[in-house]
RNA sequence: GGUUCCUUGGCCGAGUGGUUAGGUAGCGGUCUGCAAAACCGCGUACGGCGGUUCGAUUCCGCCAGGAACCUCCA
């Protein structure tokens, strides 16, 4: 009897078994980027983590709705600060642009890099500046149940109050009253009832180019809002999963857990998954670190801290190599180990269809397939189940070598097995160089290998070598087998 | 200061109260004209000090070091 995917819920601190709330069907919202800059290395970990789940879901057959935001209203920048100018706001003074230039520019970026790390697209991607007035309706919600006060064109969330009838701070495991006595008062917080309120609806200051109006005056949403917002629109005001970094548990997540409760009386969120952070020297990768490497740098390799470039499909092992709850280190030298072993599993992949069938197997192919299953069923340990693929690889390479032998049956069920974990789970693919697509450049590397094998035939080494280590230099890799050779372009 | 968490072999990174993680790098071997690839073999890692236990890397305590959150953040 296989155990049923169990995943760890932050909400409880450990591992459930994962039951949707309607059979069959499954919804999935995940925290997006704000799109403000180039998205990096850091962004690629919850779009790997929540692909890997999503397409795992989909494997298991559920109709799954997933859901990730776009917030492209931008939060506050710095409360202090008189002007409370937003972060899209800032970047579009600094490179004189629309503020929707701005967000569209990145937009496209970001869904560019996303395409080339093999993410899936989500079935949704609401814009936060889109839904501006389900972010009303839900202030004047959590107004009219008391949750809420307005004062001066703001709307703030009374913690205190909300806090009285359910518990603030469930998911980070604060309680209120030590927030009480550790909050420390900043300066410009003087309309807000407690310093830990946070606001719902900002009024704008004069010169904020983003704002709408509403009945409390011109102003634009809060922080944490268009979450609440747009998941309740989207997936109901109770759904399965929700998702997003580390980093979002507190405040962000946390005030989207009271905003919805205060809305609608009960919580919404049955399952909350969150994937830890890629560290940089230790530290946490981050834009206002100032540490951060963007995906296109990483692509192209044109970056101080990178010794080469990391092809998307090897950021994506990368990540896959590590358990998503686990912080995950950047390092050249991680990053080209990753690199080779996605190589050689791929190299393995690419073999399968080569290798032939014997009336009789010597390997244990019956496992594996559950073993991978087991691994992925466990919290999503992709690390094990790349592990378990690799079992594979050595398989595949000793059926190649004729150190071992499969039967019919069971080299179906490696081909099957590749398929589907590798390719439609775990998400890789070949990244085949085009210009190796190209027939012209294959007849004449074709051509040159048959001189070359004429050469080696005649025992003239210094041609054959020199031929060799030519096509090498220009990224055409020979590998002699016992009859003829085989060629590849990095 | 408060809350939570981490410390595994050169590097990345799983996991477990007693039995091989895996990748990568390194070493030895097979194969090869050589090289590469592949295959076979190898290293006896679990921060320090105590405790519980027949037995702890795995549980508990203390110490050291590090991280995340407490402000925007994936």
Request: hydrophobic share 40%; net charge negative.
């Amino acid at each position: 009897m296989a155990k049923p995917l169990t995943i760890y819920n932050s909400l409880s601190r450990g591992k459930e078994v994962f039951e949707p709330l309607i059979p069959g069907k499954t919804g999935l919202y995940v925290c997006g980027p704000t799109v403000y800059s180039n998205a990096h290395l850091g962004h690629a970990r919850p779009a790997v983590t929540f692909d890997l789940l999503y397409r795992y879901l989909l494997h298991l057959g559920y109709k799954v709705r997933y859901v990730r935001n776009i917030t492209d209203v931008g939060h506050l920048e710095d409360e202090i600060e008189e002007s409370g100018e937003d972060k899209i706001v800032k970047k579009a003074r600094l490179e004189q642009l629309e503020p929707m230039e701005v967000v569209q520019k990145y937009l496209n970026t970001f869904h560019r890099n996303m395409a080339q790390l093999n993410t899936l697209p989500p079935c949704i991607e609401p814009r936060a500046s889109a839904h501006i007035i389900e972010q009303q309706l839900l202030i004047k919600r959590i107004l009219e149940n008391g949750f809420a006060y307005e004062v001066n064109g703001s709307v703030y969330f009374d913690v205190e109050k909300y806090n009285t009838r359910y518990r603030y701070g469930i998911l980070s495991g604060r309680n209120l009253e030590e927030m009480v006595a550790n909050t420390r008062n900043l300066e410009g917080q003087e309309e807000k009832k407690n310093p830990f309120d946070f606001a719902l609806w900002k009024k704008a200051s004069p010169g904020h180019i983003m704002q709408w109006p509403s009945e409390w005056g011109m102003g634009f949403p809060g922080w944490h809002l268009e979450c609440s917002a747009m998941s309740m629109k989207y997936l109901g005001e109770v759904f399965d999963i929700h998702g997003g970094g580390m980093d979002l548990q507190f405040p962000h997540h946390e005030c989207e857990i009271a905003q919805s409760t205060a809305a609608s009386g009960h919580s919404s969120v049955r399952y909350w998954m969150h994937n830890n952070m890629i560290t940089i020297n230790g530290q946490k990768m981050a834009r206002s670190l100032g540490n951060f490497i963007t995906l296109d740098e990483l692509f192209s390799g044109n970056h101080p801290l990178l010794d080469s470039a990391y092809s998307p499909m090897t950021i994506r092992f990368f990540i896959l190599q590590a358990h998503y709850r686990s912080t995950l280190d950047f390092s050249n030298e991680a990053l080209q180990s990753a690199g080779k072993g996605l190589e050689r599993l791929m190299k393995a992949a690419a073999l399968l269809p080569k290798l032939t069938a014997s009336a009789t197997s010597t390997v244990d192919i019956g496992a594996l397939e559950e073993n991978c299953r087991e691994a992925i069923n466990d919290d999503l340990n992709s690390p094990i189940l790349i592990a378990h693929l690799f079992d594979g690889v050595r398989i595949i390479n000793q059926v190649s070598e004729g150190l071992a032998s499969v039967s019919a049956e069971d080299l179906d069920k490696l081909k099957s097995i590749f398929h589907t974990w590798l390719f439609d789970i775990l998400g890789l693919r070949e990244e085949n160089n085009p210009a190796g697509n190209s027939e012209t450049i294959r007849q004449l590397v074709e051509l040159t290998l048959k001189i070359r094998m004429d050469a080696k035939a005649k025992k003239d080494w210094t041609t054959s070598d020199y031929i060799r280590s030519e096509l090498a230099r220009i990224g055409i890799s020979v590998k002699d087998k016992k009859e003829g050779c085989e060629w590849e372009m990095d």
